[in-house]
């Protein structure tokens, strides 16, 4: 009797302190991205307001592409690390290895085949801004090893340094920007300097915390049954980063070949300013799947239903201030020029709320071990997008952009919700907010201290 009244104190610690580390790690993600967000905006402001929209467009037609196909052509290696690193522990200094060894060579063959492609579709800017953004291309592996690179920490649970990985980026790219603004000479060639070269402090310090963390000092060769092991999985899933580059960048990618530098600047100076909206569900994803990954499908379900629903609630009540505040943010923050774009930003707000539901929703089947289902589900919703995009972004313009992401973010998530049903052969997760998610949300914040 007095085992048990000694113990239950010390077994009742530990489990609270277990259910706490999650809502923590969550919290301090937070913390980080809204950091991030602030650094974010500052460089958006600085670059929108001394280029004026036509610069602003030239800037985003160079930086597009790194980031875009690095996010592509990773071929599901992040998701499989995540989802190997979870289950084969003894083996995580060769996943990690060879994961980043393929991501490189993904890398190089994708920059080699952008930049025979860029001076076909950027036709209609300078010589020099298609010279630039194929130069800029050349450091693809570079954002490739910070993606799959991110993706280890966060299998390995070490999320305080994968949050000050990511804050290395924005810190880089706007000292880097002050400093050719303290030198007169911030142009679109110049800002998409700062923005790139952020990227070897990042991807090089990941390099560092990995290799100081590996848990076998004996020599790591490469694997070819290692690789197909992360091959196996990530041909399953690579319909997922493939899908989501496409989902969060095809517009940016028809606008820049469609409308002219002076559209495309406003349009990502909107795009950005209703993304920043996104951080919520990031921040919950990067603890969500390492987290679920393993557990039984009755227990992913319920914790991906209490994050859709948290943070659902969350981005809309922000965005609605958003959009009532659209003309007066865009005019204080950005500059009167981009006022144009106004209706665009709205759909945008609304197009975010239903993606973050989306976003969170994905990390169910991809903790289950079915990321195939979520790439068939995302194409299938997806293929709305382009030819929508094709028919009203030359009648609309930026308007058409944000209205045909809109409609094909409203069939993905109609998609993904049935698909529990139908392929996970379970209820989908409750996604109505309920009253004791006030009550949950109120106490987030004393629980994330």
């Not at 009244?5 to 923590?24: F, G, H, N, W, Y």
């Not at 950091?35 to 001394?50: D, K, Q």
Request: charged share 10%.
């Amino acid at each position: 009797m007095n085992t048990v009244e000694i113990d239950d104190p010390i077994v009742s610690r530990a489990t609270l302190e277990a259910a706490k580390a999650p809502v923590r790690a969550v919290g301090h993600s937070i913390i980080n991205r809204v950091g991030i967000l602030f650094l974010n905006v500052s460089t958006g402001i600085l670059t929108a307001r001394t280029l004026h929209p036509a610069g602003r467009g030239e800037l985003a037609a160079m930086l597009l592409w790194p980031v875009f196909l690095a996010t592509a052509t990773t071929v599901g290696t992040p998701s499989a690390l995540i989802y190997h690193l979870r289950q084969r522990k003894n083996e995580r200094a060769s996943l990690i290895v060879n994961g980043l060894l393929m991501v490189v060579l993904f890398g190089i063959l994708a920059a080699g085949a952008g930049v025979f492609f860029l001076p076909h579709w950027l036709r209609q800017y300078p010589p020099q801004t298609i010279r630039w953004a194929q130069i800029f291309l050349l450091t693809l592996p570079f954002w490739s090893i910070q993606i799959a690179g991110q993706a280890a920490l966060e299998a390995l649970e070490l999320f305080s340094l994968s949050n000050v990985v990511q804050t290395l980026i924005p810190v880089t790219t706007l000292a880097g920007l002050l400093l050719f603004l303290a030198l007169h000479h911030l142009t679109p060639i110049t800002a998409g300097i700062a923005y790139t070269i952020a990227i070897f402090p990042t991807s090089f310090t990941i390099l560092a915390f990995l290799w100081r963390r590996r848990v076998s000092t004996s020599r790591i060769a490469v694997s070819l049954a290692t690789c197909r092991t992360l091959l196996s999985y990530g041909i399953r899933s690579c319909g997922i980063d493939l899908l989501g580059a496409l989902a969060l960048n095809i517009d940016q990618v028809l606008v820049v070949g469609l409308l002219s530098p002076q559209a495309m600047g406003s349009y990502v100076v909107v795009l950005s300013l209703s993304r920043a909206l996104l951080l919520f569900q990031s921040a919950v994803v990067m603890v969500l799947f390492p987290k679920a990954a393993g557990r039984s499908p009755v227990e992913i379900v319920g914790m991906v239903g209490k994050s859709v629903r948290v943070t659902t609630m969350i981005t809309a009540t922000v965005g609605v201030v958003v959009c009532l505040l659209g003309p007066t943010l865009l005019r204080l923050m950005y500059g009167s020029q981009y006022l144009s774009a106004i209706a665009a930003l709205r759909i945008l707000v609304l197009e975010v709320v239903i993606q973050g539901g989306v976003f969170v929703m994905a990390q169910a089947f991809m903790a289950m071990g079915r990321p195939g289902i979520v790439t068939i589900l995302q194409a299938s919703g997806l293929m709305l997008s382009l030819p929508l995009m094709l028919l009203f972004i030359p009648r609309y313009g930026v308007a058409g952009a944000a209205t045909a992401l809109l409609i094909s973010t409203v069939a993905r998530f109609i998609l993904l919700y049935t698909g529990f049903r139908l392929f996970l052969k379970c209820s989908p997760p409750d996604v109505l907010p309920r009253v004791g998610d006030i009550r949950e949300l109120m106490m987030f914040a004393n629980r994330a201290r």
